[in-house]
């Protein structure tokens, strides 16, 4: 157990529809990272929230959009969705930089089907 | 971050060792060597990371040559449970520090 937990599990719906996955970070971790895993594309970053401010983006269609909450939890908001969108997303976490090493710890993942 | 080649890949006996390559032929001084699992679709789970020295925890061994060209993860006494894709991955560590995903290495590992 990562310490990060993510809902829901399983999330099933229709294209066209907007649904919202949620994530817990790892006490004390200050940043929330997003993924998406597709078949055909492996495991891609999607973006980075640090203490409620965005730090980086990666492959993240404007359909979709993130936010960090103060109590540090994340939302990933995904709408009008398309067939192509069904996958697992994957939220980490990991703590302040100290070392210069920061390493992130994955969650169980949501997996999203888009019928 | 540096581009890392991984056998797509390999088999292995119930314990025995497994020794996963990973070449990383154009890793900066200030890129670390990171390697992760992925156990079916469960969410990645970090193994261990190291920069240019040998490193051990109690789940695996990372062994990178002098030059930081190639590193070796050795799983000692390799189970059926570590069954998984094995991901090799280099980074700057700093702002926007994520990870960047490759193809990684399926392991097998056989009774």
């Known amino acids: 157990d990562s310490g990060v937990t993510q809902t829901p599990k399983h999330l099933i719906t229709a294209t066209g529809q907007r649904v919202t996955l949620r994530c817990s970070p790892r006490s004390g971790d200050l940043s929330v990272y997003w993924y998406q895993q597709s078949l055909d594309q492996g495991l891609q970053f999607l973006i980075q929230?640090?203490?409620?401010?965005?730090?980086a983006k990666g492959n993240i269609l404007e359909r979709f959009s993130a936010q960090q909450f103060p109590d540090l939890h994340s939302e990933l908001n995904l709408s009008s969705l398309e067939l192509g969108d069904s996958a697992l997303y994957f939220c980490?976490?990991?703590?302040?930089?100290?070392?210069?090493?920061?390493?992130?710890?994955f969650g169980p993942g949501t997996r999203l089907t888009v019928l | 971050d540096a581009k890392t080649t991984q056998p797509p890949s390999m088999d292995c006996a119930e314990g025995r060792a497994a020794n996963l390559p990973c070449n990383h032929s154009t890793i900066s001084g200030n890129e670390y060597v990171y390697w992760y699992r992925q156990i079916h679709s469960q969410g990645p789970q970090y193994i261990i990371h190291?920069?240019?020295n040998n490193e051990t925890n109690e789940m695996a061994s990372l062994i990178i040559t002098e030059d930081r060209k190639s590193s070796t993860l050795i799983l000692p006494h390799a189970t059926l449970r570590d069954t998984a894709v094995y991901y090799c991955?280099?980074?700057?560590?700093?702002?926007?520090?994520?990870?960047?995903f490759g193809g990684g290495t399926r392991l097998m590992v056989k009774p």
């Open positions: 980490a976490s990991s703590a302040p930089g100290t070392s210069g090493a920061t390493t992130q710890y």
């Open positions: 929230y640090y203490n409620g401010e965005e730090r």
């Open positions: 190291g920069l240019k």
């Open positions: 991955i280099v980074r700057v560590v700093g702002a926007g520090n994520m990870l960047t």
